[in-house]
């Protein structure tokens, strides 16, 4: 049993610079969705989607950021021309619906952003 | 007004005793009740979820939910070192996490 995966864990890169991150969430969960965590903070919604559908995107999410989720499988967060206020922890995490879930969401390890 | 408040930490607590975090939000919609823990530099891990009124236990940690109070606690009895994390309230309405901004928690040892 795996659970959410994220990569790369790890990103520096200087301001302007396009940047992608890749989650593969639970094989069974239909529900993906992208946080961003700033430091001392908990984390704030971003983006989810539902199977490839991408249902609800937070106002937060400046057009600077684009996510899609192509077969309903894993799930990419582009950010272009990156600014130093992106520095921050990306979050992934999936959860199943079913007619018992209230929407339990487990998260992968995180890539964290460092814009220089 | 934020839409989950945590109590300010940190709370420091000796081992063997009870942690007690205290959580209220303002969405009298909100649907579904969690609390995850946070390790630093990790990822939240979702350690108890609760949906109705009154008390949930698993293993040492119990949680309370009064939604006519909007209010969630976490009691984590026989606090242990590895017990020390951040934790997190998190309210769910709509498929959409709403995270207070966690409380730390030392347990001395």
């Known amino acids: 049993d795996t659970g959410v995966s994220q990569d790369p864990r790890h990103k520096i890169t200087k301001r302007g610079q396009n940047v992608t991150f890749r989650c593969d969430p639970i094989s069974e969960h239909n529900r993906l969705y992208w946080y961003r965590q700033t430091l001392g903070q908990g984390p704030e919604f971003l983006t989810y989607f539902q199977n490839e559908a991408q249902l609800e995107k937070s106002r937060l999410l400046s057009d600077r950021f684009s996510a899609e989720r192509p077969k309903g499988s894993f799930s990419t967060l582009e950010i272009q021309r990156t600014e130093q206020g992106d520095s921050a922890m990306y979050l992934c995490?999936?959860?199943?619906?079913?007619?018992?879930?209230?929407?339990?969401?487990?998260f992968g390890p995180g890539t964290r952003l460092t814009v220089l | 007004q934020k839409e989950v408040e945590q109590n300010s930490g940190p709370l420091s607590v000796p081992e063997g005793a009870i942690a007690s975090l205290n959580c209220t939000y303002s969405d009298r919609g909100s649907q579904s009740f969690f609390w995850y823990r946070q390790y630093s530099g990790k990822s939240p891990e979702l350690i108890m979820s609760i949906y109705s009124n009154g008390d949930k236990e698993d293993g040492r940690f119990t949680a309370q939910l009064n939604k006519a109070s909007q209010y969630v606690s976490l009691l984590i009895r026989d606090s242990q070192p590895s017990d020390s994390a951040t934790y997190l309230c998190a309210v769910n309405r709509d498929y959409k996490l709403s995270f207070g901004a966690g409380t730390t928690v030392t347990v001395r040892a």
């Open positions: 995490a999936s959860s199943l619906t079913s007619g018992k879930s209230y929407n339990e969401q487990f």
